[in-house]
């Protein structure tokens, strides 16, 4: 019936080519002016060609209804916004980026039916002008002080060399990083040089392939350093370097839809909830909260869907913790645990596109001085991106994303153009701004469960390096969602308890 | 019965729409691809039973591959390193010459190898010619023992990458003759690896078709390599006029 349809509709289309290609040639064998007055004082085309296109619009429309009414088709005679997430999902992950894209293909991937878990992920933003993911410069690096991130970095890299084999999707082009294998570059100063010293024991054992150097093997290495207060240098070669995080994103994405998640375009701005009041050892009374449903609100407009949802995923970024206040978290009466907030706020920070045709060639490493500026090469046409970490006393404003040009000027140029001198002629092309989803705690991540909320999971408070950790990190926060447990890299240090007994652990390589 | 069957079943799972002889169907070719595969692919979208058997194919040759490259640590614990590395070389049907020794031992066309390489032990080995091999990044470490190794040739190996590139920093005191002529997995950003090769003097890079702009990328090679004769042909460097781009644009749009 449908196939009968269709040849139907397939005979009219011929037949309505051949008539308007027999007036073409009709109307170009006149002259060219003749026809254009002709055009110009007719007020519609003939009657006959009318005709037919009202046919082919009848048919089409008779066409559709016919499909509609045959069972299998998914008209309703309610008009239901198709852009509205389903009414139930097991695991709904708030936040679209690389760490909530991540977290959901290897949620599907660990599966063990087809099907077994419903993933929603939820992104208010689709063209994702905000997002820290593909603002950020893209590095990765093992150079840190905490073995779990140095294995963290490892784990990814690991990832990354095989994506093709993890993210490749049939008939689609293998996925390219554009991977620039240059390492990374740390100087320090006297002041520091022994924690670099430390670090390096840390990064050896767990398995990095970094070496120091002394200012005469790094001026015989890379001869465009200007050495002069540098004590010593260390450099990764291998599984460090910068890559693409908009194809990463993509490439988790379209893997994980491939693998059944479900996407959706809304801002999630009320979660449901039941709370349980449970007395402790020490006569105080805690709120356990479960959350039962996840509103999701659609972009400019008042429609929303209560999502019924079993385990909810945090991994907005640096807009987890408005995220959480939604849950009273931070609310609560003093002295207790509820009235700790997640300490995860957005810091902005500073990229700078810079031209300079004299600068270093195509061995240029991510460049990190210890005054925290940092520089790497972009592309093969003499532009490099350079930025730094300001004061903690002087963080500019983080209410929208305007650039800070006397930023460069003041805080970056002069210190680069000190540690490279070719960097002194320099001419700055182009800038932007992101946000650090920044951990005020101790500048690392917040992965797990909340005390008082049973099923909310974080993967949050990163503070510059969720980009290198993301495939790791979601393999371990599918893990502990389906398994129960950590199972490959131990991340309980990572754990929200840290924050409620005041213990930080600090990591002392943040750019 | 049911253990291997529930892991079977499990692979399956897991690959849901592997990437199956991707390279040859990647959309970089001009011409559609030949009608057996344009069948494959119809049927593969179709059914889940073809994407299920094509998964499998796919993993069989990985699992083929990693096979291949696994770590020869049975051969190293009774033989030592450089035996191991030899038969690793030998097995993956490359050639390879001891120090000191000017004559090189060959695999024939059938893979058939001589064991006279036995009767050299401990004998480092100062060539290795991997040319049109399967040696990829973990086969690699078969090799990390050979701290005199010279010369390396691994003219059209299909799976050496960037991070393979990253990896030759382990040679980085004695490698002297590199040629990645051909290989297609190799891009701008592995030839940025190369520069923790400082005692390299020649070093061959033609016909790489994964570097998008050959002309400015050999003259920054050059430049990061100083001491290094750099071999690079294969590239068209010619200025195309721009009628003729614009002609080839129109053909490609029709």
Redesign the interface.
């Known amino acids: 019936m449908s196939a009968m349809w269709r040849r139907l509709q397939v005979k009219v289309g011929p037949a309505r080519g051949l008539l308007t290609s027999t007036q073409v040639t009709r109307r170009s064998t006149w002259l060219n002016g003749h026809l254009s007055l002709c055009q110009s004082f007719s007020t519609g085309t003939s009657l006959r060609n009318d005709f037919f296109k009202d046919l082919e619009t009848h048919m089409e429309a008779m066409r559709k209804k016919a499909m509609d009414a045959l069972p299998g088709s998914s008209w309703t005679p309610l008009e239901i916004n198709p852009n509205l997430p389903p009414e139930r999902a097991d695991i709904v992950i708030v936040g679209g980026g690389v760490m909530g894209w991540s977290i959901a293909y290897w949620l599907k ?1 660990k ?4 099907g077994g878990v419903r993933v929603l992920v939820v992104e208010k933003d689709p063209t994702y002008s905000q997002a820290s993911t593909v603002l950020s410069a893209g590095g990765i690096r093992q150079q840190f002080s905490l073995p779990e991130n140095i294995h963290l970095s490892l784990a990814s890299a690991d990832f990354m ?1 095989n994506i ?2 993890h993210l ?7 996925i ?1 990083l ?6 990374y570059l740390f100087l320090a100063s006297e002041a520091v040089a022994h924690i670099m010293e430390e670090n390096y024991s840390t990064q050896r054992y767990a398995g990095a ?1 970094v070496f120091l150097l002394s200012p005469t093997q790094l001026k015989e290495k890379f001869p465009w350093v200007n050495t002069e207060g540098v004590v010593l240098a260390s450099y990764g ?3 460090e ?1 910068w890559f693409d995080p908009w194809t990463l994103l993509n490439a988790f994405k379209r ?1 994980a839809i ?2 059944g998640a479900i996407q959706c375009c809304g801002e999630v701005t009320e979660f449901k909830y039941t709370t349980s009041v449970i007395t402790t050892t020490d006569g105080e009374k805690l709120d356990l909260r479960r959350i039962k449903s996840v509103k999701v609100q659609m972009p400019n407009s008042l429609e929303y869907q209560p999502v019924e949802c079993a385990i909810v995923v945090n991994a907005a970024g640096a807009f987890s913790g408005k995220l959480t206040e939604m849950l009273g978290i931070g609310f609560g009466p003093k002295q207790s645990i509820a009235a700790i907030p997640l300490p995860v706020e957005p810091r902005k920070r500073y990229v700078y596109v810079v031209r300079c045709p004299d600068g270093p ?3 240029t490493p991510f460049l990190i001085d210890y005054s925290g500026v940092y520089v790497r090469r972009e592309g ?1 046409g003499g532009n490099y991106i350079t930025g730094a970490s300001p004061e903690e006393a002087a963080e500019p404003d983080a209410s929208d994303l305007e650039v800070d040009h006397s930023f460069f000027q003041e805080n970056v140029w002069p210190h680069l153009a000190f540690r490279v001198p070719a960097f002194e002629k320099l001419k700055v092309t182009s800038a932007w701004a992101g946000f650090y989803d920044y951990n005020t705690f101790d500048q690392n991540a917040i992965i797990g469960t909340h005390p008082l909320i049973n099923n909310m999971y974080f993967a949050t408070g990163f503070s510059g390096h969720g980009l290198q950790h993301s495939p790791a990190v979601g393999r371990a926060v599918a893990e502990l969602i389906l398994d129960g447990n950590y199972k490959t890299l131990d991340l309980s240090s990572f754990s929200f308890n840290r924050i409620l007994t005041q213990e930080p652990k600090l990591e002392r390589n943040i750019v | 019965m049911s253990a291997p069957l529930t892991y079977l079943h499990r692979c399956c799972q897991r690959s849901v729409l592997l990437v199956v002889a991707r390279r040859q169907w990647s959309t970089n070719s001009a011409s559609p691809p030949p009608l057996h595969r344009r069948l494959l692919l119809f049927l593969t979208q179709r059914f889940y039973d073809v994407e299920m058997l094509l998964g499998w194919r796919y993993q069989a040759q990985r699992s083929q591959l990693q096979k291949k490259n696994v770590y020869y640590s049975y051969t190293q614990r009774f033989y030592g390193p450089d035996i191991a590395s030899a038969y690793y070389i030998l097995s993956l049907k490359g050639g390879f010459r001891y120090v000191g020794q000017s004559e090189w031992f060959r695999t024939n066309q059938r893979g058939k190898f001589s064991w006279d390489f036995l009767n050299h032990k401990n004998t480092p080995i100062e060539e290795a010619d991997m040319s049109y091999t399967i040696i990829n990044y973990t086969g690699l470490e078969n090799l990390e023992r050979q701290r005199s190794l010279r010369t390396l040739k691994l003219k059209g190996c299909p799976e050496v990458d960037d991070w393979f590139l990253a990896r030759l920093h382990l040679f980085q005191d004695s490698l002297e003759e590199l040629d990645i002529s051909h290989c297609p997995r190799i891009t701008t950003g592995g030839l940025a690896a190369l520069r923790n090769l400082k005692g390299l003097k020649h070093l061959n890079v033609s016909s790489l078709p994964g570097i998008s702009n050959p002309g400015l990328v050999i003259i920054l090679l050059e430049e990061m390599l100083p001491q290094c004769q750099i071999t690079a042909n294969g590239y068209d460097h010619n200025l195309r006029k721009v009628e003729e781009e614009e002609e080839e644009q129109m053909q490609r749009q029709r």
Do not use: A, T, Y
Not at chain 1, 111 to 114: D, G, K
Not at chain 1, 168 to 174: I, S
């Open positions: 991937q599966e063990m039916v087809r060399r093709n084999e490749g999707v049939l008939n689609e082009d293998p390219d554009q991977f620039n294998h240059s390492g392939k070669l291998e599984n370097g893997k491939s693998m060639g195509l061995d093969l």
